[in-house]
């Protein structure tokens, strides 16, 4: 059955027809340009929260690209380059992900872009497997310029390395031998720091530490500080810079002291922004105040004449448009509030051009090859294509927005770096550096606090602590008039050499005691004589002169000493069986002798072995009084050592050690014993007592305070000083006053122990002693008279009991009365010698 179809059917119907063709023409256009479209795939970081987010301000660069090489007909003529593209966060899985969708997924992508070191390293290795070329726009990773690695591989961005030599020239302008790394644990840096520390070591720079971290730089900031570190090249995404900066505060590691080098593609205001979402605990202030100075090393991103580049912009034009573009984004520009890869984005737009210009020399390569291949007709597994489009890349230069375009064999980009200053918050140009000319360009414009260009570590000066030359004078002065006033004894000693207080006292031992004061006074100058005065070759020749004189005066003022007292102990001790015993002043010297000939053996022998050699104490640093340099003290402090220097104190105070305590015990042994021979040994006795204290308190006193110069020599010198003042006080005192006060030796008086008797007394007592002697003798003779006698008469009574013993006794009367006679004579010389004699005697004695 037929339906009648009414007229408004028809006009509808007719309507219907109109919409069908416009839409079959509409389907028809896309469907010719479709065929006519370049595809390419873009991986940008943008929104991220680590690494390099610089998609947000590439990806409007490389729009504005595709916009201008769409409308240049010179360029890819009949066909239109399109960009699909995706985040990667700046993460290597993700952008994995996101490069495996841009292949699985319709249309076909001729080339890849792709920006952050690490997702580069990711897609760029992969790549190959589909026959890609990968242009990285912001990939700075010194491990990309691997060709074996990654032989597809190319890049706008320069490579990291292309810092190092800008540092290195740097370092070798402002003499800065001895650097510090900081670095984030990122294969972009880790590959950066090796090549830097390969080059600082063909330049003879030292790296005093290489401290690393992967996101809290709080410990490797603090060891930076442990090392001493100055001159600090700093190799971190900017995120992580905020926390190093902000550290670095903490820690002081700021100022007119230090020297930061940071990478130069941070953003111009990259210390104050995002400090709140980023939890950073540093102020604004803080934070400016910790970035004033550092020096930034980065390649050139923006080209630097106002020239029209290839796509008839120059590129403070690029930056205009560029503005533009980011304000329509919704980034304040106008506030200097740029998004991060800023820096980075004219790279990203010659990195576009880059694929038009290389498509476009491919295009005219496959058509003049008669091969009938066509460029949209690319697949993943044409080898030829691709190595058509490797060519042309490889080949391609141009002056770009950036400056100039080239790549080098390992595919990375040829460029100059440039060098700038923070200064007031603001980054300033201080020169260029052309790596491949070796040409540096300055202006001069560096500025440092305090006038001063920083100093790569801290200075230390070594000052040799010397004894205080007030205190060296006074001693000295003491020891130079001791030494006059021994002279001065010497020449008493000698002259009144007859006096019988003279005599008696041993004038030669006590001249010899008197040359060991004057040596020992001598070795008190010694003592003084340090860095101040003489060279350190000479300071150990002073050190042997200590040792010897010291050891030697000692030995000779307390042996002479020493002998006296001795000889008094023997004599006294032999006193009762020998009493006409008298000193003999050669076993005093031989005493002397052998003391003094111990000391030069041991002396010898150390001299010999084991000399005595300058070795410095070293104290911790101290700051300067007054000094504004980057200075500290060091303190050095001369010391008299040998290798096997305990040994040798060891011998040296074992022996005078064991010479004071048995000198102590005989000056003891004879406190109250006076005798002829030595009229001064109570003095010497007491001269003992003292010598003996100073020395066991000097000694071990000396040792503990040997690091206090002033302290120690004040402290030696003056138990030196004392003990020989007070050695000549005690000895020579009384002697002088004597002489003084009784010049013509009538009669000596009490100042002197055993003075009081006269020549003629003298011989008178010795004339007693004789006749003594005789009458002891003739004594001896009657007792054994009477005792034969008396035999005798026990023999006679035994024969002849019967006589009257009255007989016996008669016929002996005169003898018995001439013994009885004998008898009383010697009894009376015997009281008269004990009561007269003596008396005299006790005061000589």
Request: hydrophobic share 40%; with cysteine; proline share 4%.
């Amino acid at each position: 059955m037929c339906t009648k179809i009414s007229p408004i059917n028809r006009t509808q119907l007719q309507q219907y027809r109109t919409v069908l063709y416009l839409l079959i023409a509409v389907l028809f256009i896309s469907s010719v340009n479709g065929a006519n479209q370049l595809h390419i795939g873009g991986i940008f970081p943008i929104a991220g929260k680590g690494g390099w987010q610089g998609g947000q301000a590439c990806m409007p660069a490389a729009k504005l690209a595709l916009q201008d090489v769409n409308e240049n007909p010179d360029l890819l003529p009949g066909f239109n380059l399109t960009l699909h593209s995706n985040d990667s966060e700046c993460e290597p899985g993700l952008g994995a992900s996101v490069m495996y969708n841009l292949l699985y997924n319709a249309p076909q992508k001729l080339m890849l872009l792709a920006g952050c070191s690490t997702v580069c390293t990711t897609v760029a290795e992969a790549a190959k497997m589909w026959n890609l070329v990968v242009l990285c726009y912001g990939a700075s990773s010194p491990a990309l310029s691997d060709r074996s690695r990654f032989p597809t591989l190319f890049r706008t961005h320069p490579s990291a390395t292309v810092h190092n030599p800008t540092r290195i020239k740097l370092m070798q302008k402002f003499g800065w031998s001895r650097v510090a790394i900081l670095q984030q644990a990122e294969e972009v840096f880790i590959s950066t720091v090796e090549d830097l520390e390969t080059r600082c070591k063909d330049a003879g720079i030292e790296i005093v530490t290489r401290q690393s971290f992967l996101s809290d730089p709080t410990d490797a900031v603090r060891n930076l500080r442990r090392q001493d570190a100055r001159i600090i090249v700093g190799l971190f995404y900017v995120v992580a810079a905020r926390r190093v900066l902000c550290e670095m505060y903490k820690q002081q590691l700021y100022g007119r002291a230090y020297v930061w080098f940071f990478i130069g593609w941070y953003e111009d205001n990259w210390y104050e922004v995002n400090l709140k979402n980023e939890n950073i605990s540093c102020t604004k202030e803080q934070m400016k105040m910790a970035a004033e100075g550092h020096l930034t090393t980065e390649a050139l991103m923006w080209n630097q004449n106002n020239q029209k580049t290839i796509s008839g912009m120059s590129s403070e034009d690029f930056r205009k448009r560029l503005n533009a573009a980011l304000i329509v984004e919704g980034y304040d520009i106008s506030h200097n509030r740029y998004p991060e890869g800023y820096q980075e984005a004219p790279l990203a737009y010659d990195a576009v051009w880059s694929v038009a210009l290389a498509f476009n020399k491919t295009m005219q390569r496959l058509s003049e090859q008669n091969s009938g291949k066509n460029l949209k007709d690319f697949t993943y597994t044409d080898k030829e294509t691709a190595n058509a489009i490797y060519a042309a890349m490889n080949s391609t230069q141009f002056l770009g927005v950036s400056g100039v375009v080239a790549f080098s064999s390992q595919g990375d980009r040829i460029a100059l770096t440039q060098i700038e200053q923070m200064v007031d918050g603001q980054y300033y140009k201080l020169g260029y550096y052309d790596t491949q000319a070796d040409n540096l360009t300055w202006f001069n414009k560096e500025k440092w606090d305090g006038e001063k260009v920083p100093q790569d570590r801290t200075i230390v000066r070594r000052v040799l602590r010397t004894v205080s030359l007030p205190l060296f004078i006074c001693m000295s002065t003491i020891s130079s008039f001791g030494i006059l006033v021994a002279i001065a004894l010497i020449v008493f000693n000698i002259w009144h050499r007859h006096r019988r207080v003279i005599q008696s006292s041993h004038p030669v031992c006590n001249t010899i005691m008197l040359f060991g004061v004057i040596i020992c006074l001598v070795s008190v100058i010694l003592l003084g004589i340090d860095g101040q005065f003489i060279t350190a070759d000479n300071y150990p020749k002073v050190c042997q002169a200590r040792a010897w004189i010291l050891s030697t005066g000692f030995t000779l003022a307390y042996g002479a000493m020493f002998s006296k007292v001795w000889r008094v102990h023997r004599f006294t001790t032999k006193t009762k069986t020998d009493p006409k015993k008298k000193v003999e002043p050669w076993k005093l010297y031989t005493m002397v002798s052998g003391l003094l000939t111990v000391d030069l053996v041991i002396l010898l022998t150390w001299q010999m072995q084991d000399p005595l050699q300058r070795r410095l104490e070293t104290f911790p640093l101290e700051d300067p009084i007054s000094s504004n340099d980057d200075v500290k003290i060091r303190p050095e402090l001369e010391h008299c050592e040998s290798h096997n220097n305990s040994v040798w104190l060891g011998v040296i105070y074992g022996f005078k050690g064991l010479i004071l305590v048995f000198g102590l015990f005989l000056a003891y042994e004879t406190r109250s014993i006076k005798v002829k021979q030595i009229n001064d040994s109570r003095y010497v006795g007491m001269s003992i007592y003292n010598v003996v204290v100073l020395c066991l308190i000097t000694a071990p006193v000396a040792m503990v305070i040997a690091s206090q110069q002033d302290a120690s020599f004040a402290f030696v010198a003056l138990a030196v000083i004392f003990c020989c003042f007070l050695s000549m006080l005690l000895i020579f005192v009384p002697k002088v006053i004597e002489v003084l006060r009784h010049p013509k030796d009538k009669v000596e008086s009490k100042f002197s122990n055993d003075t009081g008797i006269s020549k003629e007394d003298e011989e008178r007592y010795q004339k007693l002693i004789s006749e003594n002697d005789d009458l002891q003798k003739l004594i001896a003779q009657k007792e054994d008279k009477i005792r034969l006698l008396k035999q005798r008469l026990t023999e006679r009574e035994s024969k002849n009991p019967a006589q009257p013993f009255n007989e016996s006794l008669n016929g002996n009367t005169a003898g018995g009365v001439q013994f009885n006679r004998s008898a009383s004579v010697a009894l009376a010389q015997k009281q008269w010698r004990n009561s007269e004699i003596p008396n005299r005697r006790n005061a000589y004695d």
